[in-house]
């Protein structure tokens, strides 16, 4: 498997514009975690998913947000109004499986970087 | 909101040397996992811990937790300069049933050659 494969790696655009960002699981995981990092955030939550499933979005900063995971194989994230605040790194990452007895590691795609001008 | 808080936030030790990072949490976990990310890039799972578990190694590195301290520590023995990075626990949390990772602020470790 190739991995957790993310698009775009990198993305500029302006103030207003919607943004896709989208994200390929491994093969067979279960999983699927959007995460947003930041200088002075940190690692930040945004969504996931199991078995394609929006389990928390607790994480989601505002309603400009949104994410699907249509089927096993493909997430999006979207951002619509982008703003400026919003230039980040997103990465996404998979796993088999999460708790007590089931927990393994994740494995995260390369990030989209975003800048918002 | 963020779970762990490492300790420190920046570590600089010569080539060799023995480095440890501290993590801090704030709820009762199913397991707690340290990453490492280098800089520009995604993050590398490098060993996971289960809450029942106290001790565990993989090669160089050595992970203990404490849960009744609620902290867990991350010894890299015999730092090399490929050890430059930035080391995140991450809990999921036990506090819920619905499963998640969680990402505690990190250490920046460098190695001086």
């Known amino acids: 498997d190739a991995g957790v494969i993310q698009s775009p790696r990198h993305e500029v655009t302006e103030m207003g514009q919607e943004v896709t960002l989208r994200c390929k699981p491994i093969s067979g995981h279960d999983y699927l975690f959007w995460y947003r990092q930041t200088m002075m955030r940190g690692l930040e939550l945004l969504i996931y998913?199991?078995?394609?499933?929006?389990?928390?979005d607790s994480g989601m900063p505002e309603d400009r947000f949104s994410a699907k995971m249509p089927n096993a194989s493909f997430s999006t994230l979207k951002i619509q109004p982008s703003e400026p605040r919003d230039s980040a790194v997103y990465f996404c990452?998979?796993?088999?499986?999460?708790?007590?007895?089931?927990?393994?590691?994740?494995?995260f795609g390369q990030g989209t970087r975003l800048t918002v001008v | 909101s963020q779970q762990g808080e490492e300790d420190p936030q920046a570590l600089s030790i010569q080539e060799g040397e023995n480095a440890t990072m501290n993590c801090s949490y704030k709820t009762s976990i199913n397991n707690l996992q340290w990453y490492r990310q280098n800089s520009g890039r995604g993050l590398v799972h490098l060993i996971l811990i289960r809450s029942n578990e106290r001790e565990k190694h993989s090669g160089r590195l050595r992970v203990t937790l404490d849960t009744s301290k609620k902290s867990s520590s991350l010894l890299i023995t015999a730092s090399r300069a490929a050890d430059t990075a930035s080391y995140f626990c991450?809990?999921?949390?036990?506090?819920?049933?619905?499963?998640?990772?969680?990402f505690g602020s990190g250490t920046r470790l460098s190695i001086r050659p």
């Open positions: 998913f199991n078995n394609n499933v929006p389990i928390d």
């Open positions: 991450a809990t999921d949390p036990a506090y819920s049933s619905a499963s998640k990772i969680i």
């Open positions: 990452a998979s796993s088999q499986g999460q708790g007590f007895l089931h927990s393994t590691e994740a494995f």
